[in-house]
Structures are given as structure tokens and as C-alpha cells.
């Protein structure tokens, strides 16, 4: 099929790329000329592993990336992949989501055959009725058949290729068994070889479902977050507690990690924007709100504990992470964000470590000191807090031994108790 992506960001181009590789014939559509010619040189303008080999792969042959919007008409459909920034109170602002259904809807003023445009960005079910506005004043009079529809994405950061390509499960939102049909056979190569359950619903309640999905995780987490900081409490391991809860298969053992909490640029920003959106309607989330509170107080949690230890005033101390999650560069809402606040305000000297997101952190926080190892960040610290559990923090051992106050406080359970520290852990 031909199918248009608009917006070339994370989720665009990890999409366009994947359709590419199903065999479609794609265009990236994106206001950004760099971003474009990035595409049309076979690069990926975003870091996600296997993307670039996709890109160089379909660039140049099945997949193209322009800026102009004057072939649109000419695909069967064209997927929304814009971004939807989140305002002051949580809620997204859809006007650049809005804005580009404007243009696809113009471009297809003059369209003779039928097509789906399809809304990938993540935007709450009382938003969808501005991008129907949206298309059809652009679309005014079109001859063939134009509706939107929606498709959510349940991609991971570090794993966007490898999710889109086997998901457990794929979300079709339609108004209309026409584009369910269309949606079919878009993902009708995946569908062949791989066994995801196809859920089929209306616009509205597919992107509810993504909502639900991620609100649901995020509270998983904000739970045994809760129950840890009660089993610390009472002396005991949250991680004995969840690996047996874990057994129960109505709980689940996935997602029981207790720690310093949940950041990225989803659970927050969604969770987030369907509370904003429940409360415009009239409804407050108690349980919603409870989980962002849980997570806000995690990194309050980790820098109490480590005060019961260390003076931090005046004292060199380490970071040790910077990235939300191991295996991405990305920073956004990671909870290394309040514990350097929280030292900052405590007048500690912080000096921080991440393998791959020091640059991400450096515009948030230029001031402080960034080095190139754990253990050049240990050297001299009067106590160490550990953010992201990469797997190297395991593998420190002698490196303590350089530390002014050898004090660790660790948030997510990665550093092992040794003889010569002081270790602290957040639920454990
Ligand atoms: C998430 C969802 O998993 C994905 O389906 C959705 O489309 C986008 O949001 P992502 O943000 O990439 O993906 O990260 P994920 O691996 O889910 O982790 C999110 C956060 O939860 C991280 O900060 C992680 O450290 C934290 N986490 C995860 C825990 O604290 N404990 C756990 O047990 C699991």
C-alpha cells in the first residue's frame, strides 16, 4: 500500500521505517528540511537500536521523506504521528496534531479515492472530535470516502523496532467497517507472521485503551512503591514481598521493582493528561492522583535516607545515572531531575555519571560536574545515590573504596551490600 507518516519524531520514524519494512511503499512527511534530508540520506534522525539499519535499508527505495504535503492524496492513508506537548495542568495541547490533520485535510480537498487518516499520536478520547473538525473542513468536499480513525502505539524506548515489529497486541479505532478494513491490511503482513491479538473498537475507546494501559502500569509501579516504603518500615525486603506476590498471576511478576519511581516521556505525560482530562469533565482519579503522589515522593524518600547518613553541605557528592531507564540517553522526567535538585538545595558539590545521557542532563543542569566513569564520580564523594539501574553499577566493587564517606543509597536495587560501605537501599 502507499501510506503517508506525518511527523518524523520517535514514534514517526520508528513507524514509517516499520511500514517501510512490511513492504509499504511510505512517505515521511515532516516540516523539519534536516530531519528530511536525514531521511533521504538513509539515516534515522532519532537514536532507537535497529532503526538506523531500516532507514538505510527502505531509504531511497519504498521509503521517502518530503516536506511538502502535495502528494498525500495520492496514498491510501496517512498516519498522524505529531507531537502533543503537555501543558502547565497535564493537559495535552493538540493544536500541532491539529494543524497537520488541517493540511493532510486540504491536501486531500481534491482526492477522487478513499483515505484513512490515522491518528497515532496519543491524545485523550474528547480531543478526537478536533482532528475529525480538522480533516473534514480540509477535506470539505472530497470525492472519495475521508475518515479518521485512531491506532495507538505501546512502544518502549529501546525496543520501539522490535515492539512495533511483534507486538502483543495491535488497537484498531474506527468509526466504520471500512477502515477497520483499511487498517487490516496495513498490518496484514505483521498479522501473517506473527500471533498479536487484533483489538477492533471505535476511535474513542482505542485510545482510552492506550490511557488505560499506561496509567495502569504506572500505578503497578506507585503500588509496590507504597508497599516498599511500608516494608522498610517494618524491616522488611520489598523485593522478597514482590517476588512472591509476583506468583499470584492475577498480580503478575513484571513491573514489582520498587525504587526511586517511574520517569520517561509517557507514564508521566499520560498519566498526567488523563487525570486533566477526567477532571475537565467533572470526574477526580483518587488512585491516578495517588501514584503521581507516590512518585513524586520516591526521590523525597531516597534523599531523606541519604541525610540520615551524609551532611551533604559542601560535600562532594555522586549521581550515579542521569537517563529515566537504562538503555536510553533520554532524561525527560527522570528522576535524577529532584535528587540533583534536592542535593543542590542541600549545597552538596554534585558531580554525576551516566554511560550515555550525560549531554541530555548537561541542558538541564549546566553547572554541575559530569565525568566518565562510576568510578571517577566516587573518588572523593562523601556518599554516592544511584537513579538508573544500569548494569555496570553492579559490577562496582573496588571502586568504593576511593570514597571520602563510603555511603550508598541506592534507588533501584542495583549495587550489592559489600563489606566497607554503608548501603542503603530505598524499600529493602
Ligand atoms: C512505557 C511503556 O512501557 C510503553 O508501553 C509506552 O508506550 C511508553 O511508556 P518507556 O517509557 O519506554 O515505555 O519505559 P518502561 O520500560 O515502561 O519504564 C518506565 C519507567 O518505569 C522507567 O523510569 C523505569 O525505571 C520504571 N520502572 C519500570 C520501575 O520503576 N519499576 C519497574 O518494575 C518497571
Redesign the pocket.
Known amino acids: 500500500m502507499n501510506i503517508n507518516v506525518v511527523g518524523s519524531g520517535y514514534v514517526g520514524t520508528t513507524l514509517a521505517a516499520c511500514l517501510a519494512d512490511l513492504g509499504h511503499d511510505v512517505t515521511a512527511i515532516d516540516i523539519d528540511e534536516d530531519v528530511v534530508a536525514e531521511l533521504n540520506a538513509g539515516r534515522a534522525p532519532i537514536h532507537e537500536p535497529g532503526l538506523d539499519e531500516l532507514v538505510a535499508e527502505h531509504a531511497g527505495e519504498n521509503l521517502r521523506a518530503t516536506t511538502s504535503y502535495e502528494n498525500v492524496a495520492e496514498a491510501d492513508a496517512t498516519f498522524l504521528a505529531i507531537q502533543t506537548p503537555s501543558r502547565e495542568d497535564g493537559s495535552i495541547d493538540v493544536a500541532p496534531l491539529e494543524a497537520a490533520a488541517e493540511m493532510t485535510g486540504d491536501a486531500l480537498a481534491d482526492a477522487e479515492d478513499d483515505h484513512l487518516v490515522i491518528v497515532k499520536s496519543t491524545i485523550t478520547p474528547p480531543k478526537i472530535d478536533a482532528v475529525r473538525d480538522a480533516v473534514a473542513e480540509g477535506a470539505g468536499e472530497a470525492a472519495g470516502r475521508v475518515e479518521v480513525a485512531t491506532n495507538p502505539?505501546?512502544?518502549?524506548?529501546?525496543t520501539a523496532v522490535e515492539d512495533f515489529l511483534d507486538p502483543q497486541k495491535v488497537v484498531f479505532g474506527t468509526d466504520s467497517e471500512w477502515a477497520g478494513a483499511v487498517l487490516e491490511d496495513i498490518y496484514a503482513p505483521l498479522l501473517a507472521d506473527h500471533d498479536a491479538h487484533v483489538v477492533r473498537t471505535d476511535p474513542e475507546t482505542a485510545t482510552m485503551i492506550k490511557y488505560a494501559n499506561?496509567a495502569f502500569?504506572a500505578t503497578k509501579?506507585s503500588l509496590i512503591n507504597d508497599l516498599g516504603n511500608v516494608c522498610k518500615e517494618f524491616g522488611i525486603d520489598a523485593y522478597e514481598v514482590a517476588d512472591a506476590i509476583g506468583l499470584d498471576d492475577r498480580i503478575g511478576e513484571r513491573?514489582?521493582?520498587s525504587?526511586v519511581?517511574?520517569?520517561?516521556?509517557?507514564?508521566p505525560k499520560d498519566v498526567a493528561a488523563i487525570i486533566a482530562a477526567a477532571r475537565e469533565s467533572g470526574y477526580d482519579p483518587a488512585v491516578l492522583e495517588a501514584a503521581v503522589e507516590v512518585n513524586d515522593r520516591q526521590p523525597e524518600r531516597l534523599l531523606e535516607l541519604f541525610d540520615e547518613h551524609v551532611d551533604a553541605e559542601g560535600k562532594r557528592v555522586a549521581v550515579l545515572g542521569l537517563a529515566?531507564?537504562p538503555g536510553t540517553d533520554d532524561t525527560r522526567n527522570s528522576r535524577a531531575i529532584p535528587v540533583i535538585e534536592g542535593l543542590q538545595e542541600r549545597g552538596a558539590d554534585v558531580v554525576g555519571y551516566d554511560p550515555v545521557a550525560t549531554e541530555n542532563m548537561r541542558d538541564r543542569f549546566p553547572g554541575i560536574e559530569y565525568v566518565d566513569s562510576a568510578g571517577e564520580a566516587l573518588e572523593g564523594a562523601s556518599g554516592a545515590l544511584v537513579v538508573t539501574d544500569w548494569d555496570e553499577f553492579g559490577a562496582l566493587d573496588e571502586e568504593f573504596d576511593a570514597m571520602a564517606e563510603p555511603v550508598v543509597v541506592d534507588g533501584r536495587r542495583i549495587v550489592d551490600r559489600r563489606e566497607g560501605i554503608t548501603y542503603e537501599g530505598l524499600t529493602w
Open positions: 502505539e505501546f512502544l518502549r524506548e529501546g499506561n502500569l509501579i513491573f514489582l521493582r525504587g519511581g517511574w520517569g520517561g516521556s509517557c507514564f529515566f531507564k
